[in-house]
């Protein structure tokens, strides 16, 4: 069997961190792989997908030992510099259904609602803070292009008997985000924000205390395939009996994939704090907010009155190459709040690699289920 290379990663720079990542002073806490180790499951990435897989494992096989290979340190890849916006995925059962069919469109859908309870159960029981605030999604329009975008996802919904959102109007997108700029959409209450850096370390830390082993700082080199897989890092070697990639845009680099998969960039902007602003105009919940074009631009008040914009989808990078642009971009948000741009000051500017299929399907976002 052919070994596989993996793409050498691009960790951002301490100061080019995401705003999530800077404001909790987040960094590695587990050795670097050095030497030779074994274990019955290795994963390659530390970040949701890959904490998660860990710890579904542990809970379902407690005797497994399980090791998390990470390039940099868990969250500091997607996980800890997206949006932060939590909903399900019934907004787009319409797409899922034409690609997998109804039953399994369902279920994937239903597996993100119970996400997002599991989010609030770990939260309400101490385990994970994240700043967890379910006050609702909304998916709007911006421009008459936009309008009814959600309409296929409703109708599908209510076929099914899911009855998943309710429609709004100016009056109270108004009202709850203080920006005219959207003026006709939907809501799902059951939604809201994350501080996504937050989750990510809490996880880490759950995944330790569950025994799970975490070698940081150890990018994977390539991987041995065989009898007993073996991945190389460039201080050491880990043996598995299984090998599970959960390593996001950076899994473009394996030819077997690649046909499947390409890389685009997502930018984020997070104001300085102004909570009295905010206050004034209205918005005073953490409902996540989004318009309905095809590059989506999305935003939320943080707790701490900071506003958070972000948009979805951006440059494709030439190649699948990702490299250091990746880190950081320059974008804003006057649009949705000119009236107030003045005392919106850009406190930080991000960005990051997120990982489409040939299907424009969007993978490390911070949608439930993660």
Request: aromatic share 6%.
């Given at each position: ?6 793409r050498?990663?691009v960790?951002?720079?301490?100061g080019?961190?995401?705003y ?6 987040a960094?590695a806490?587990?050795a670097p792989l050095?030497?030779s ?6 994963i390659?990435g530390?970040?949701y997908a890959g904490?998660w897989?860990a ?7 407690p005797?497994?030992?399980v090791?998390?290979l990470e ?11 997206n ?10 059962i319409?797409?899922l259904?034409a690609?997998v ?5 369902l279920m994937?859908c239903?597996?993100?609602t119970d996400?997002?309870e599991?989010?609030?159960?770990l939260?309400?029981a101490?385990?994970i803070?994240?700043?967890?605030r379910?006050?609702?999604w909304?998916w709007?329009a911006s ?8 309409g296929?996802a409703?109708?599908v ?5 899911e009855?998943r959102?309710r ?9 709850r985000?203080g920006s ?5 959409g ?5 939604a809201g924000?994350v501080?996504?850096a937050?989750l990510?370390l809490g996880l880490r830390?759950?995944a330790l205390?569950?025994g ?19 991945l190389?890092t460039?201080k ?9 990639l959960a390593a996001?845009?950076?899994l473009s ?6 046909p499947?998969?390409?890389?685009v960039?997502s930018q984020v902007?997070a104001?300085?704090p102004?909570?009295d ?6 918005w005073?919940?953490g409902?996540?907010i989004?318009?309905?074009?095809h590059?989506v ?7 701490g009155g ?6 979805g ?17 320059a974008?804003a948000?006057?649009?949705?709040y000119?009236?107030n741009?003045?005392?919106l000051?850009?406190?930080?500017r991000?960005?990051?690699s997120l990982?489409l299929?040939?299907t424009?399907?969007?993978?490390g976002?911070a949608h439930?289920g993660?």
């Amino acid at each position: 069997m052919n070994i596989i290379k993996m793409r050498p990663p691009v960790a951002a720079a301490k100061g080019d961190r995401s705003y999530w990542l800077q404001s909790i002073d987040a960094d590695a806490v587990a050795a670097p792989l050095h030497g030779s180790e074994d274990c019955d499951v290795a994963i390659v990435g530390g970040g949701y997908a890959g904490l998660w897989t860990a710890l579904r494992i542990k809970e379902e096989a407690p005797q497994t030992r399980v090791t998390v290979l990470e390039a940099d340190f868990c969250g500091s890849g997607a996980s800890g510099r997206n949006g932060g916006q939590v909903h399900s995925w019934f907004a787009e059962i319409d797409t899922l259904r034409a690609l997998v069919g109804e039953d399994e469109a369902l279920m994937l859908c239903r597996a993100t609602t119970d996400a997002i309870e599991e989010l609030s159960s770990l939260q309400a029981a101490g385990t994970i803070d994240m700043d967890l605030r379910l006050d609702g999604w909304l998916w709007t329009a911006s421009s008459t292009a936009q309008e009814g975008a959600w309409g296929q996802a409703c109708n599908v919904c209510r076929t099914i008997g899911e009855e998943r959102f309710r429609p709004l109007q100016r009056t109270e997108i108004l009202l709850r985000t203080g920006s005219a700029a959207s003026y006709v959409g939907i809501v799902e209450e059951r939604a809201g924000t994350v501080q996504p850096a937050k989750l990510a370390l809490g996880l880490r830390r759950l995944a330790l205390s569950k025994g799970v082993v975490i070698r940081e700082h150890s990018p994977v080199l390539e991987i041995v395939p065989g009898d007993r897989p073996q991945l190389r890092t460039a201080k050491g070697v880990l043996s598995a009996g299984k090998v599970i990639l959960a390593a996001n845009a950076w899994l473009s680099a394996i030819p077997e994939l690649h046909p499947y998969l390409y890389v685009v960039s997502s930018q984020v902007i997070a104001t300085a704090p102004v909570p009295d602003v905010l206050d004034e105009i209205g918005w005073t919940d953490g409902a996540s907010i989004c318009d309905a074009q095809h590059h989506v631009l999305y935003y939320q008040r943080t707790p701490g009155g900071e506003v958070i914009f972000g948009r979805g989808t951006g440059g494709i990078s030439f190649g699948d190459r990702i490299d250091h642009r990746f880190n950081r971009s320059a974008d804003a948000g006057g649009r949705q709040y000119p009236r107030n741009a003045s005392g919106l000051s850009a406190a930080q500017r991000g960005a990051g690699s997120l990982r489409l299929d040939r299907t424009h399907r969007l993978h490390g976002a911070a949608h439930a289920g993660f």
